[in-house]
């Protein structure tokens, strides 16, 4: 999963959500470069991911972007359960979506101190483009896509995955709903052990 679904499943601790979102910038043994809970939520983002990406319904998922994505299946799937989660938020969490993130990036923000190089350059605009809302839109999906295209530094074609999810949606839809029941358990787990 990308940013929002790895900031739900994350508990409710401003040091492990920070973790959690800093962790792709983050390189080696995270205990180099935080201590206590920041250097946890990096070892749960990794968790988060682990799990993920050996999920039996989320290989199924990776397998229908093969054709247009090759190796960027995986990448691109995690952005598409990112849509998929947002825009059928009041399934899956009590608060409205836009209060939610609102108040991520004023956590987020309040440890702005903390955030590696890359996170620095990439936040405010994550904040003014309001990134983590506007997954749940169509456009929002297609927009992160084009974002990765630009961002990678070999030529890819990650925007046409969306058209790969119009055609598929029932089932990446009934997929991720089934996925995120298992990856909450996974989380409870995580922390029980």
Same mark, same amino acid.
């Given at each position: 999963?990308?940013?929002?679904?790895?900031?739900?499943?994350?508990?409710?601790?401003?040091?492990?959500? !920070?973790?959690?979102?800093?962790?792709?910038? *983050?390189?080696?043994?995270?205990?180099?470069?935080?201590?206590?809970? =920041?250097?946890?939520?990096?070892?749960?983002?990794?968790?988060?991911?682990?799990?993920?990406?050996?999920?039996? !319904?989320?290989?199924?998922?990776?397998?229908?972007?093969?054709?247009?994505?090759?190796?960027?299946?995986? *990448? *691109?799937?995690?952005?598409?359960?990112?849509?998929?989660?947002?825009?059928?938020?009041?399934?899956?969490?009590?608060?409205?979506?836009?209060?939610?993130?609102?108040? =991520?990036?004023?956590?987020?923000?309040?440890?702005?101190?903390?955030?590696?190089?890359?996170?620095?350059?990439?936040?405010?605009?994550?904040?003014?483009?309001?990134?983590?809302?506007?997954?749940?839109?169509?456009?929002?999906?297609?927009?992160?896509?084009?974002?990765?295209?630009?961002?990678?530094?070999?030529?890819?074609?990650?925007?046409?995955?969306?058209?790969?999810?119009?055609?598929?949606?029932?089932?990446?839809?009934?997929?991720?709903?089934?996925?995120?029941?298992?990856?909450?358990?996974? *989380?409870?787990?995580?922390?029980?052990?």
């Amino acid at each position: 999963m990308n940013f929002l679904g790895h900031i739900f499943l994350s508990p409710d601790n401003d040091e492990i959500l !920070l973790g959690n979102f800093i962790a792709d910038s *983050v390189k080696g043994n995270p205990d180099k470069f935080y201590s206590g809970n =920041i250097a946890e939520g990096i070892r749960f983002h990794r968790a988060i991911d682990h799990f993920t990406d050996n999920h039996p !319904l989320v290989k199924q998922g990776v397998q229908r972007f093969r054709a247009t994505q090759g190796r960027f299946s995986p *990448v *691109v799937i995690d952005v598409v359960y990112d849509h998929v989660l947002a825009a059928n938020w009041d399934q899956f969490h009590e608060s409205e979506l836009g209060s939610f993130t609102q108040s =991520i990036y004023h956590r987020l923000e309040s440890q702005s101190e903390h955030f590696p190089i890359y996170v620095q350059r990439f936040f405010p605009y994550m904040k003014e483009q309001n990134w983590l809302y506007n997954y749940r839109f169509d456009w929002g999906l297609l927009k992160s896509l084009q974002g990765l295209d630009r961002r990678t530094i070999i030529e890819t074609e990650m925007h046409l995955a969306s058209e790969v999810y119009a055609k598929n949606q029932a089932e990446f839809d009934s997929e991720f709903s089934e996925f995120i029941e298992d990856a909450k358990k996974m *989380v409870a787990s995580y922390f029980s052990g």
